[in-house]
C-alpha cells in the first residue's frame, strides 16, 4: 500500500486489518489457513470468522472455509481524528454520496476524498490500466480542489497477486486500502450499487451485497457504511443532476480511453445514464461530459435493448420499469427489442456451429 506522505505519522502499524481483508479471499481459494504475527483487530476477527467467511463459501463454490489464527486480538479504538471519507470515483453513486454529505452540519459531514487504486483501471497493473489511473487522477485532483476537500491517493499491488475480475471482490479490495488510515478515518461512506431492498450472495460481483460486507469488515476504529443504499440508480441520478460540480466531472464510463469527452457516450454504462437524464430533462447540462449527438444515434436501438435485457440485472429493471411508468417506450422501441433478441439468437448458434466444425 502506498499513500501519501503526509500520512505516514498515521498509518496502522499496530494492526494488520489491512492486509487480513486485502489477501484472505486469496488464501479461501487456496485452502490456506492464516497465521498472523501481528494484532488483529478484535471485532474484525469475530466478523471475518464468524460470519464473513461462511457467507463467501456459500457465494461461491471456489472458496473454501479456512481459519485465522491470530498472534493477538485489538481491542482498541486506534482512531484520533473522527474523520469522515469517501471515493471520488465521480460516477453517480459516489457523486450522489458526495453531494448528500457535503451540508450535514454534524459529525457525518465529509471531510475528505479517496481515490484508490486496487484493480479497477484494468487488470495486472500494465501500461494501458496506469495510463488510465493518471488520466482520471487529474481529474479527480481538479474535482477534489473544487469542493476544496483534501484528497488522499491509496495505491496497491494487490491486483497483481489476486488477478481475477476487480468486480468479484471490488469491496474488499478497495476497503482493504482505508483500513490502513483507521487513525485518520472513524467513518467510511462506500458507494452502494444498488437499493438496500435487492440483495443477493452474488460470486461475480460484491456490488449486490456490500450492506452486509461492509458491516463486517467495519473495526472499532472505522465503520464502513453503504452509502446511498436508500435510494435507486434512477433516484440517485435525480439527485445528481442537481449537483452542479457534476456537470462537468461526472465520470460512468467503463471505456474510458482517450475520448474527446470524459465519457465514451456509447458503452451501457453511459446510454443508461444519458437516457436517465435525457429523462429527467437534465441532458444539456451534462454536455461537457457526454457526445449528445453520439447518445441521440444510438438511442432508440439502446431502448430496445433495456427492453430486451430488462431482466438481466437490476439496474436495467429499475430503467424498464420507470421508462414504462412514463410512457418513454414507443413502438418503434419494440421492433428494435425483436431486433436485439434476433441478433442474440444468431451469435448463439454461430458460437455452437464454430464449436461444432471445429470439432470436427
Not at 118 to 142: C, D, F, Q, T
Not at 234 to 263: G, M, Y
Not at 285 to 306: A, Q, T
Amino acid at each position: 500500500y502506498l499513500l501519501q506522505l503526509e500520512y505516514r505519522d498515521n498509518l496502522v502499524l499496530e494492526n494488520v486489518d489491512a492486509f487480513v481483508v486485502g489477501l484472505f479471499l486469496f488464501a479461501m481459494k487456496k485452502g490456506e489457513d492464516i497465521y498472523l504475527k501481528r494484532k488483529i483487530s478484535s471485532k474484525l476477527f469475530y466478523n471475518l470468522t464468524t460470519y464473513l467467511i461462511p457467507a463467501l463459501v456459500l457465494s461461491n463454490e471456489e472458496f473454501k472455509s479456512i481459519k485465522i489464527i491470530p498472534h493477538e486480538l485489538n481491542d482498541e479504538n486506534l482512531n484520533i481524528r473522527k474523520a469522515t471519507a469517501t471515493g471520488s470515483s465521480c460516477g453517480i453513486d459516489s457523486m450522489a454520496t458526495i453531494m448528500s454529505h457535503l451540508e450535514l452540519n454534524n459529525s457525518y459531514s465529509l471531510n475528505y476524498l479517496t481515490y484508490l487504486d486496487a484493480g479497477s483501471h484494468g487488470k495486472w497493473n500494465g501500461e494501458i490500466a496506469k495510463k488510465i489511473y493518471n488520466i482520471r487522477l487529474k481529474k479527480v485532483k481538479e474535482f477534489s480542489s473544487l469542493l476544496e476537500l483534501p484528497l488522499i491517493e491509496i495505491k496497491t499491488n494487490i491486483g497483481e497477486i489476486l488477478g481475477d475480475d476487480f468486480q468479484k471482490a471490488h469491496s474488499l479490495r478497495n476497503l482493504s486500502c482505508l483500513l490502513n488510515l483507521q487513525k485518520i478515518i472513524s467513518v467510511y461512506y462506500y458507494a452502494s450499487a444498488y437499493r438496500f431492498d435487492y440483495f443477493k450472495l452474488d460470486k461475480n460481483d460484491t456490488s449486490s451485497w456490500d450492506i452486509l460486507i461492509t458491516r463486517f469488515i467495519s473495526t472499532e476504529s472505522l465503520e464502513f457504511v453503504s452509502s446511498m443504499s436508500q435510494l435507486n440508480r434512477i433516484e440517485r441520478t435525480n439527485l445528481v443532476s442537481k449537483f452542479e460540480p457534476a456537470f462537468n466531472f461526472l465520470d460512468v464510463c467503463t471505456l474510458p480511453i482517450f475520448e474527446d469527452k470524459i465519457n465514451c457516450s456509447q458503452c451501457d454504462k453511459c446510454m443508461r445514464t444519458l437516457l436517465t437524464l435525457d429523462s429527467i430533462g437534465k441532458l444539456n447540462e451534462f454536455s461537457s461530459v457526454f457526445n449528445i449527438d453520439k447518445y441521440y444515434n444510438l438511442k432508440n436501438v439502446f431502448i430496445g435493448k433495456v427492453v430486451a435485457t430488462r431482466n438481466s440485472n437490476q439496474i436495467n429493471l429499475e430503467l424498464y420499469n420507470y421508462l414504462k411508468q412514463t410512457k418513454k417506450i414507443k413502438f418503434t422501441h419494440y421492433l428494435y427489442y425483436l431486433e436485439y433478441n434476433i441478433r442474440v439468437v444468431k451469435n448463439k448458434i454461430n458460437k455452437k456451429l464454430k464449436i461444432l466444425f471445429k470439432g470436427q
